[in-house]
């Protein structure tokens, strides 16, 4: 299952970012290219992260959409569906701007939830 690697990447990301610390919740921003399906990375997620300090943890997922740049045309637009093809002229020849990102853009770590709360109650 193509959702089990990815799962994997950002618990590896997360869990050397975190340094012991337990994680309560960790966003990321998948792109558009990479074809997950939400659902199917948050089952994979909930799989890998039994027994790591992400157990437990709740995954948010930030869809980005698809760009490109027509090389022909010079047009930028969302790409939707493959095959990648500009929505102006029709060109396959499209510079991808977007779209294929896959990374972990902010952790949620017990530490700082302590850290919050006490600063919350001052
Ligand atoms: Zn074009």
Redesign the pocket.
Known sequence: MHELSIAQAIIDVATRHAEGRRVLRVEVQVGHLRQVVPDSLQFAFALVVQGTALDGAELAITHVPAAGR??????ERVMESFPLS??????F??EVLAGEELLVEALELEEDLLEKSRVSST
Do not use: I, P, Y
């Open positions: 027509c090389r022909e045309c010079g047009a500009c929505g102006a002229c029709g060109s020849d499209v």
